[in-house]
């Protein structure tokens, strides 16, 4: 009787998934085209960090992305949120402190933007953290959140959070 229960509990232990949070804050991680620029030893780039982070956590167990203070750039941002519509469970995505810049013109702003839109849009999704970039300003956030409907712009914190 005891070995059932046993066996029991291993399988319900077995079962259960945990929440993760991934922090990422602080590795000096750049983008990919500056870290090949870079002579050895490289800073972290973005595909990297995301390819670590793959191999360690299940995509179903992650809430959390922190990739604040860090070097990241549009680029980077980009690779990240393409990441980030892959997790089924994620809550929070967090860019404070980078260099994303506010740059209508480049192809990879339109990207990042057409990522940013659908990630918004994710029922799980709560929230997008983008305090301390060029892309967080007045102009930005009036223009990204007239092409959102309802109450998805309330999920982008184009300010810092404590």
């Known amino acids: 009787m005891v070995r059932v229960y046993t066996l029991l509990l291993l399988l319900v232990l ?23 620029a870079i002579s050895p030893p490289r800073p972290m780039s973005v595909s990297k960090a995301l390819t670590f982070i793959k191999g360690k956590y299940k995509k179903e167990n992650i809430e959390e992305l922190n990739f604040k203070n860090n070097y990241i750039e549009q680029g ?41 839109l659908q990630l918004l849009q994710k029922e799980e999704f709560e929230e997008i953290r983008l305090g301390d970039n060029g892309i967080a300003s007045t102009a930005w956030y009036s223009i990204i959140s007239q092409k959102l409907v309802g109450a998805y712009a309330n999920k982008i914190k184009w300010q810092l959070q404590d």
């Open 14 to 36: 077995s079962s259960v998934s945990y929440a993760v949070i991934v922090d990422m804050r602080g590795f000096n991680i750049i983008d990919d085209s500056l870290a090949e």
């Open 76 to 116: 980077g941002a980009k690779a990240i949120l393409e990441y980030a519509l892959e997790l089924p469970h994620l809550r929070l995505l967090n860019l404070e402190i980078n260099r994303i810049n506010y740059d209508t013109d480049s192809s990879e702003y339109l990207s990042f933007e057409t990522l940013l």
